[in-house]
């Protein structure tokens, strides 16, 4: 016979004795945490990324469409999308710190990754060698698996690599992605915007060190994502001023892109040199 005090307060919890059985019973690995929920709209973003990629501007570009402001604003559509990705990527291991994370965490949190700052660019590069003038399609396929296998590098290396706290090696994904992005959005020749996705991919994969986004960072990459899905809808709406609002915002991408590296490396130097002065000068302490 069940208490029906007991009965009432599991009706007001919003659960079943039953249903509450069954969760017990479910394996901790497939219990979805909110960190986790973040994560999976992450992967959401990214996909929705593709998609309007290829609705809005390839689509209409195989079918001879002239409606180049249906282009324009799918094209802002999909980077402002994954500009949330990169959100729902900043926010889920913010949660994740601050409550918990599921057993299956970092593997949804890799996969999401995949998509959103994996495929998404990629085929934003590939889509960019179909449609614009003068690019070269074959060429343009390459530089896309060139970014795809980095972040695939990228995204297995980290899992397997223990790097010292508050620090990634090599760019980011989702700041690789962004930078991959602006890169095609500033339309600069064929030749040198090939040329800076690669180089992109590289330090995607290289040793160079960069700080996560934690405390006052991430208030500034969280401010800095808003303010550019803001030059985007500017762009997209055509509103005075969006077109440079747009190129400023790129170049200031790809130049943070290539300053972080040069900063990170020239710090590893100067640890590395004052780590030998101390040894040089602790050896010669032990002379007699």
Same mark, same amino acid.
Not at 63 to 77: F, I, L
Not at 107 to 124: R, V
């Given at each position: 016979?069940?208490?029906?005090?007991?009965?009432?307060?599991?009706?007001?919890?919003?659960?079943?004795?039953?249903?509450?059985?069954?969760?017990?019973?479910?394996?901790?690995?497939?219990?979805?945490?909110?960190?986790?929920?973040?994560?999976?709209?992450?992967?959401?973003?990214?996909?929705?990324?593709?998609?309007?990629?290829?609705?809005?501007?390839?689509?209409?570009?195989?079918?001879?469409?002239?409606?180049?402001?249906?282009?324009?604003?799918?094209?802002?559509?999909?980077?402002?999308?994954?500009?949330?990705?990169?959100?729902?990527?900043?926010?889920?291991?913010?949660?994740?710190?601050?409550?918990?994370?599921?057993?299956?965490?970092?593997?949804?949190?890799?996969?999401?990754?995949?998509?959103?700052?994996?495929?998404?660019?990629?085929?934003?590069?590939?889509?960019?060698?179909?449609?614009?003038? %003068? !690019?070269?399609?074959?060429?343009?396929?390459? $530089?896309?698996? /060139? &970014?795809?296998? +980095? *972040?695939?590098?990228?995204? =297995?290396?980290?899992?397997?690599?223990?790097?010292?706290?508050?620090?990634?090696?090599?760019?980011?994904?989702?700041?690789?992605?962004?930078?991959?992005?602006?890169?095609?959005?500033?339309?600069?020749?064929?030749?040198?915007?090939?040329?800076?996705?690669?180089?992109?991919?590289?330090?995607?994969?290289?040793?160079?060190?960069?700080?996560?986004?934690?405390?006052?960072?991430?208030?500034?990459?969280?401010?800095?994502?808003?303010?550019?899905?803001?030059?985007?809808?500017?762009?997209?709406?055509?509103?005075?001023? %969006? !077109?440079?609002?747009?190129?400023?915002?790129? $170049?200031?991408? /790809? &130049?943070?892109? +290539? *300053?972080?590296?040069?900063? =990170?490396?020239?710090?590893?130097?100067?640890?590395?040199?004052?780590?030998?002065?101390?040894?040089?000068?602790?050896?010669?302490?032990?002379?007699?």
């Amino acid at each position: 016979m069940i208490d029906p005090d007991t009965r009432a307060a599991d009706w007001v919890a919003g659960t079943d004795p039953e249903a509450a059985d069954e969760a017990e019973e479910m394996p901790l690995s497939l219990r979805l945490s909110i960190a986790d929920a973040l994560t999976l709209g992450n992967a959401t973003c990214g996909f929705m990324a593709v998609y309007f990629t290829t609705t809005g501007i390839l689509i209409p570009h195989l079918t001879g469409s002239t409606e180049t402001g249906m282009a324009r604003n799918s094209a802002a559509t999909a980077v402002i999308l994954m500009l949330a990705a990169a959100i729902f990527d900043l926010f889920d291991g913010i949660v994740a710190r601050k409550l918990r994370s599921s057993p299956m965490g970092a593997e949804l949190d890799n996969l999401s990754d995949l998509i959103s700052f994996g495929l998404a660019p990629a085929y934003f590069v590939l889509v960019y060698g179909m449609v614009t003038p %003068g !690019a070269q399609q074959k060429v343009s396929a390459v $530089a896309a698996i /060139v &970014v795809l296998l +980095a *972040v695939v590098l990228r995204l =297995a290396r980290f899992s397997c690599v223990t790097m010292k706290d508050g620090m990634f090696q090599g760019m980011p994904s989702p700041f690789g992605a962004l930078t991959v992005v602006s890169i095609v959005l500033l339309e600069l020749p064929f030749i040198p915007t090939l040329l800076a996705i690669i180089g992109v991919a590289w330090l995607m994969v290289s040793r160079v060190e960069y700080p996560k986004p934690r405390g006052v960072l991430a208030v500034a990459m969280l401010s800095w994502i808003v303010g550019a899905m803001g030059m985007l809808a500017a762009w997209a709406f055509d509103a005075p001023g %969006g !077109a440079f609002l747009l190129q400023a915002g790129c $170049a200031l991408q /790809v &130049v943070m892109g +290539a *300053v972080i590296p040069l900063f =990170a490396t020239a710090r590893r130097v100067n640890t590395f040199r004052g780590n030998r002065r101390e040894s040089r000068e602790a050896r010669a302490a032990q002379l007699p």
